[in-house]
């Protein structure tokens, strides 16, 4: 017999962060809804995101799981020194469980949006490709059966 060693990440959520995350994902901000509508649907490098994403005690604004990246878009508040330290717990956190997270202030992205993006955009080239490369082996000999007849 057989045992599989890998183990899958098992993502224990309380029913209050669920129903939190499922809130957070219907009130988007204008900021976080501007930077959705930019990665949703595989549009950024064909890397799936996902918004409002718990992980642990904490609900993630952006994930993509494939490059282990989580971005986070930081209101006025998070500028406070109580939540400076709060997000540096989360930041750590996330980072044991293998996370990148990359922060942006609501400023940044309704005046810089481009930029934002090119920085998310860098972050997702350092990671494995989402896709598989195409095989090739039916069409090569597909040519080559055509040229030898």
């Given amino acids: 017999m057989m045992i599989d060693a890998r183990k899958d990440p098992t993502w224990q959520v309380t ?4 129903s939190r995350a499922r809130a957070l994902r219907r009130d988007l901000t204008d900021c976080e809804r501007t930077i959705w509508s930019a990665i949703r649907a595989h549009r950024l490098n064909g890397f799936a995101f996902r918004r409002q994403t718990p992980i642990g ?7 993509c799981h494939q490059a282990h990246l989580v971005i986070e878009i930081d209101g006025g508040q998070h ?5 400076v330290r709060r997000d540096e717990r989360r930041d750590a956190f ?4 293998g ?8 400023h940044d992205v309704m005046t810089n949006r481009s930029g934002v993006l090119e920085t998310i955009a860098g972050a997702l080239d350092q990671a494995p490709s989402p896709t598989l490369p195409r095989k090739r082996g039916r069409e090569q000999s597909r040519a080559s059966g055509k040229s030898e007849s």
């Fill in 57 to 63: 005690p904490y609900i993630a604004d952006f994930v």
């Fill in 94 to 97: 996330l980072a044991a469980k």
């Fill in 99 to 106: 996370f990148r997270v990359l922060r942006f202030s609501n």
């Fill in 79 to 83: 500028y406070g020194t109580q939540q």
């Fill in 15 to 18: 029913r209050t962060t669920r």
